[in-house]
């Protein structure tokens, strides 16, 4: 099996490409929107034909690379199916297997750092791909995107330290410039996870740790629900695997937006939530005739019980608190979601019709 490993300076990420030697078919693993033309200049080299762009979960520190390597290439888009998005071709579980020519890779479902955090490992099982799950000597984190540290100690013990102990794991960053470890070394020398650290050592461990915001989550992170597509390929619709549910734009700040216009003309095409203050809607600017009313404050819990395939768009004054819900709700593994452009100040200056009665807040169920 053909095999390279590419690594993006920014973001510390590593790209995996995976090749079988005699048929030229190729899968690509976690794929960087920038680095799209190194990926193609070297698939072209190599005169590799790309079956899949695989990711390991929903990134938040980079934009991922694998719808405009499908478009670019053919290839088909491959997440968990726990990932909470709506964009990719197939959608992979445990057990399931990802065929290039006569290589395979085996789908290990790894939550802990993401709810849809996957490990693939090859089929003669020499080599796994970790994602974020297990890093060399360290673990990704678990305060974000559904995160939990009992989930990654019991998906790393289970499902990573259950290969045998000379296969090599390929992690999906390493900030310190080390690029392969084994199962054997890290179940001996990992400071988080291995060693015999006990599941409870572990939770306390990664409870304790202050990790800043990460810095291009805001960009990142919306992106990816639509597995990264750039914004003109979105608004006109052109990628299939985009879910065509409403014309989409990604604001500078990363946040799928709607035009008001459209929530004006498209009005039960998507369930929409106005998340000011109670008192706003019935002030000056007034509401969008029967919207539903949940304060930013009350979305996530409010959210818990909301169908996730649903269209949902959120509105506020000028869209700062309604991006901040759709990050929100995205983050919740709502695959249909964006924020109304210019908020109820756009509405109002575009006269729509207005609404200023009092409204209360939509029960909780
Ligand atoms: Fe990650």
Redesign the pocket.
């Known amino acids: 099996m053909l095999f390279r490993q590419l690594f993006d300076l920014e973001t510390s990420t590593y790209t995996y490409l995976l090749a079988d030697e005699q048929t030229r078919e190729a899968v690509i693993i976690d794929p960087v929107l920038e680095q799209v033309e190194r990926d193609l200049a070297l698939l072209r080299d190599l005169e590799l034909t790309l079956v899949y762009a695989l990711d390991t ?1 929903v ?3 980079h934009v991922t690379a694998i719808g405009t390597l499908a478009e670019r290439t053919g290839a088909k888009t491959v997440l968990s199916e726990r990932a909470g998005v709506g964009c990719a071709d197939v959608y992979v579980k445990e057990g399931d297997r990802i065929a290039f020519g006569r290589c395979e890779l085996e789908v290990r479902e790894t939550p802990g ?2 709810a849809g955090c996957v490990t693939y490992v090859t089929g003669d099982r020499s080599m796994a791909f970790t ?2 799950a297990l890093l060399i000597r360290g673990s ?1 984190r678990t305060d974000f ?1 559904q995160g939990s540290a009992p989930a990654l100690y019991r998906s790393v013990h289970e499902k990573i330290f259950s290969l045998p102990d000379a296969c090599l794991l390929y992690p ?2 390493d900030y310190k410039g080390r690029t392969v470890t084994s199962v054997a070394e890290e179940r001996k020398h990992n400071p988080r996870l291995g060693g015999g650290r006990t599941e409870r050592e572990f939770v306390a461990f990664m409870s304790e740790l202050q990790l800043a915001y990460p810095k291009k989550i805001d960009v990142a992170l919306p992106a990816n629900l639509y597995c990264g597509v750039p914004k003109g390929m979105l608004a006109s619709g052109e990628v299939e695997s985009v879910p065509a549910w409403a014309p989409i734009e990604i604001s500078a700040g990363g946040i799928p937006e709607v035009a008001p216009e459209w929530v004006a003309a498209e009005r039960g095409a998507a369930r929409v939530i106005d998340v000011r203050e109670p008192s706003e809607l019935s002030g000056e600017l007034g509401h969008i005739p029967s919207v539903e009313l949940v304060p930013l404050a009350e979305v996530e819990r409010a959210a818990a019980s909301w169908d996730r395939d649903e269209p949902i768009v959120v509105v506020c004054r000028s869209g700062g608190r309604s991006g901040k819900a759709a990050r929100q709700l995205a983050g919740m593994g709502f695959r249909r979601v964006a924020s109304m452009r210019g908020g109820m100040t756009a509405w109002s200056e575009r006269r729509l019709p207005v609404d200023h009665r009092p409204l209360e807040v939509a029960p909780t169920a």
């Open positions: 979960h990134h938040a520190d750092h993401t994602g974020d990704g995107q999906g960053h």
